[in-house]
């Protein structure tokens, strides 16, 4: 049905304009679209699978049906160049005389796989291909080793990239009939954080007692923050957790504070608190995770009795994700196996998407370099994903220069082909998402089928509302604020709170920030209202004890709040940019710490959600509404996954949705401009975060790829222009 009726208007689809596809949506779920033959409500299609129409909700006898004429941007699917063809196994594990142990447990492994798992000595570099079942062979060679080889647990140390797959194994290793608890526990196994420790708290235990350690990112920020103050940065308005991010970085990647010379101010600012906060935590005695790394290596370089002792003792070393190993890390790693080299490394350089954290690919690409001697096993059988998906992640990953040349297998083929999909702009594609989810739940899919990944935590923020409307379960895999609640979000919908509520206080408290006035401003404030009889905001004018240029452009933007109030919200925030000096401030802040997630950019955020609201009031109660949603979330088991890229590494779902697969988010824009300097390095970091979302999917795999970004016209990611090509620039808009 391509015709219905609005508020007593026709709404012809063929001839509505595109971005208002959307507003008409919204309107049907409203039941405010009406047919033009029946009156009863219709609801309109957005999808992805066919073109925009309007249809019945409810069953009803009105059978009047036309189809929407409009040349729709339908969505391509990816066809592999070579069907799949089922690998003849050339053994059978029987055959080759399985091993004892595996078969009881009712493991099957292949034939590179098997090599892996009894490659016992010397150095053992596995390259496994996504989905080639690193963990399956990581156990298995675990229990080959203790309950086959009798090789003694707490000689092996496990390393593993989080504490939970730490976990995960060792529960999988109790699924062995041969493996006995006792042994299990005996194995030492963790991360390097926690295994090294256990090293050096049990060699100076006073030293390292946990008292003394920073454990919590409040704990070290509490620390720069004390430092900050001394270069009179404001707590608001610094972006401390960035800082703490990048003197990370520095520490793993052994830089040291008097070889930073940065032209940039915050970098500048932040290499004065990586000094500062060295020697306020040695004045303290405190350390935190990376200087207990450092002194890892230290200790071991200090004391070469007892690196000896620990060499004896440890004489196995297995090692998971490697790619995302640091220099730290792997210089412990390097002391502690020399002596046996009985080191097995297990990764895949085509996901390493940590170099941001100081993890560094390289090491994975040159250890044959490093140990001559070393075995390589490739792993390339796929048994997660299915033949086009395979065929797709495939050839996106082999565009990249640097990485070791290899190319997955499926095991299994589907109907479901990847499928490329426009949505308009970033409203739509959430729409269209959670259309699609819902087809597919009516047709027997369950929620934990679908993950729905996207490049950095902002952009979660349309399909988070959503989801919200919706009342589909889902889960946020996050652990940044919820979107409004981001420090440029706030300090820009200030204005607009006090635009309605004009005693706002804490609105108040962040509008100081953006005129660039202290926060003790707002005792003044709260005084002068009392005094004057006047709200919070013309107080602002009457302020004396500032500099006359501040007092003068206080004095012209006082006025323009109560303008505001009555602007659409999308106005009223151009006004504030304009008009109120917030443009200005953005320029001289808006790209402070974060290159991934600049304050900048979540303005033009902010800006896309209130396109659709009419009134400042009603977009303020729906930013209300969406931050106290945003707090009760995650309570459900069986749900929707919501996550970045990063966060979704090593995990797998039927359904894989990839948001906003266009230039500037994937890759991400800070990563075309370092390619634009030279630089290729981030782009192919930016190519292995398609290439692990893609590798999620076992059987279908979404690209949403919006003709509008951050309200620009937006282009196809060039990671997947390649595979969209049959689309014309004149049916995308
Ligand atoms: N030999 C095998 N036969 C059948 N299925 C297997 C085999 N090996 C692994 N699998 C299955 O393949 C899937 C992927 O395995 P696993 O999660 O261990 O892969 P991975 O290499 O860790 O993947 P990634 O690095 O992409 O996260 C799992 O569902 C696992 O059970």
Redesign the pocket.
Known sequence: MERALYKGKPIHLSVLAREKYEAVYELSLRGKIVCMHCGEPLKLYLGIQKTPHFYHNEPTACSFSLTNKRQWNMPIAYEPPVPFQQKKRTKTYEATGYLRILSEAGV???DA?LQAVTTTEGPLLVL?G???????VLTARTAYMIAEKGISPSSMMLVTFTTKAAQEMKERLLTYPAMHPTAISQLVSGTFHSIFYRMVSHTDRERWHTSRLLKWDWQREQLIKEAGREIGLDERQFAYDQALQQISYWKNTRTDVDDLHPTEQWKAQTVYLYKRYEEMKQAQRLFDFDDMLIGCYDMLLERPALLTRYQERFRYFLIDEFQDINQVQYDIINLLCAHTRNLCVVG?DD?AIYSFRGSDPSFILKFDKNYPETKIITLTEN??SSHSIVSLANTVISRNRSRQKKQMNAQFSADELPLFFFPYDEEEEATMVVEDIKERLENGANPVDFAILYRTNTASRAIFERLVQSKLPFMLASDSESFYERRFVRYLLAYLRLSINPNDEKAMNDLLVSLFLKQTILQELKALSILEDCSLVKALAKLTNIQPFQRKKLKEIVPLFKQLAKLKPLEAIELVETEMGFSEFLKKRGNDGNIIERGADDIRDVKVAAKKFKTVPAFLRHIDDMTESAKHVNKHEQAIQLSTIHRAK?L?YKYVYILGAVEGSIPHDYALEAYRNGDILPLEEERRLLYVAI?RARYGVFFSVPSQRRLKAAAPSRFLKEFITKISEGVRK
Do not use: C, P, V, W
């Open positions: 099957s492994l292949d796989q496994a996504a989905g080639s079942g690193k963990t399956r895949d996901q048994y997660r090593g797998e590798t």
